[in-house]
C-alpha cells in the first residue's frame, strides 16, 4: 500500500482537485503496475487509493501543493495545513478585479474616491492614475506587516451556512463574512515597474493574497488586482523541491517512515527522490 507525500508544482489553468485526480490515477497505475495511463482509467472503480492536498491554491496561481497519497498520508495532512506559507504575487495597480484576480471582470477607477461603470477584460498600459513613487509603494507596504485582519472574498471556496462563497458570488449575492486574524511575517518589494508590482509575502495560513493585493490598492488610492501567484514555501518545504504533475508519476517523494508529528521543521520526512 502506497503511504507518501509529494511536493507537486502545479501548473497554472489547473484546480487543486484537477492535481489530486491526476495523483490519484497514477497511483494506481503505479500500485498494480499497469503500463499506461489509459489502463489506469480501465481500473475498476472499487480500486481506491485515498489521495488529497494540504492546502488549496486558486486555479490561476501557481507553485507548491503538498500531496498525500494513501490512507496514512492523508491523515496527516492537517500537520501541514496551519504551517507558514510563501508566495511572490505580481499586482497590476490602476484597476480592481471582482474577484480580485485577473481571472474576474476587470474594472476601471476613473475617478479618485469612487468607480465609474467602465468595464474592461483587458486593462491596458495607459492607466488613468499618475505613477506612484516607489517610496510611497514602500511606505503602505510596511502598514501590512504584523497581525491584521482580513475579510474572506466571496470568490472562495470558505463556506457560510454550509454553501461556498463562489456558488453565491456566481449568483451575484453578496453575504456579511466575518474578517479572519491572520498575520504577515514580512512584505518585500521585489519589482516596481508602474502599474506592475511584485511582491514576496510570508504568512500565516488563511491569508488571502488576492486580498491582500485588492487591500494594498485601496490604501494606495489607485485600485489593484492580483495578477500572477505563486507559491514558492509551506513551512520548510520549499517549491525548488517541486516536480510537476506529469513528472511525479513514478517517484512518490517522501518517505513515511517516521511516525512523529510534523512540527515547524520537517527535517523528520526526507526526500526519497530530487
Not at 126 to 143: A, D, S, T, Y
Not at 148 to 167: D, E, R, T, V, W
Request: aromatic share 8%; with cysteine.
Amino acid at each position: 500500500m502506497l503511504n507518501n507525500f509529494l511536493l507537486i508544482n502545479k501548473p497554472s489553468g489547473w484546480t487543486s482537485f484537477d492535481v489530486v485526480a491526476y495523483v490519484r490515477k497514477m497511483a494506481r497505475k503505479q500500485n498494480q503496475g499497469i503500463a499506461t495511463s489509459a489502463d489506469a482509467n480501465r481500473l475498476p472503480r472499487n480500486d481506491k487509493i485515498k489521495v488529497g492536498h494540504a492546502g488549496t491554491l486558486d486555479p490561476f496561481a501557481t507553485g507548491l501543493l503538498i500531496v498525500g497519497v494513501g490512507r496514512e498520508a492523508t491523515k496527516r495532512l492537517d500537520e501541514f495545513k496551519n504551517l507558514p506559507k510563501t508566495y511572490v504575487a505580481t499586482i497590476k495597480l490602476g484597476s480592481v478585479s471582482d474577484t480580485f484576480d485577473k481571472t474576474g471582470t476587470i474594472i476601471i477607477p476613473l475617478k479618485k474616491g469612487g468607480i465609474r461603470g467602465l468595464f474592461a477584460k483587458i486593462f491596458t498600459n495607459n492607466p488613468p492614475h499618475p505613477p506612484l513613487p516607489r517610496g510611497v509603494i514602500e511606505r503602505v507596504l510596511k502598514k501590512f506587516i504584523g497581525k491584521i485582519k482580513q475579510m474572506p472574498p466571496m470568490y472562495s471556496a470558505k463556506k457560510i451556512n454550509g454553501q461556498k462563497l463562489y456558488n453565491l458570488a456566481r449568483k451575484g449575492i453578496t453575504v456579511k463574512r466575518k474578517k479572519n486574524k491572520i498575520q504577515i511575517y514580512n512584505l518585500k518589494l521585489l519589482d516596481y515597474n508602474y502599474p506592475t508590482l511584485k511582491i514576496e509575502v510570508e504568512c500565516s495560513a488563511g491569508t488571502y493574497i488576492r486580498t491582500l493585493a485588492n487591500d494594498i490598492g485601496k490604501k494606495l488610492g489607485c485600485g489593484a488586482y492580483c495578477e500572477e501567484l505563486e507559491r514558492t514555501k509551506i513551512g520548510e518545504y520549499k517549491l525548488a523541491d517541486a516536480k510537476t504533475p506529469d513528472n511525479c508519476h513514478s517517484e512518490l517523494a517522501f518517505d513515511l517512515s517516521s511516525r512523529r508529528k510534523v512540527s515547524g521543521s520537517f527535517g523528520m520526512l526526507k526526500p526519497v527522490c530530487r
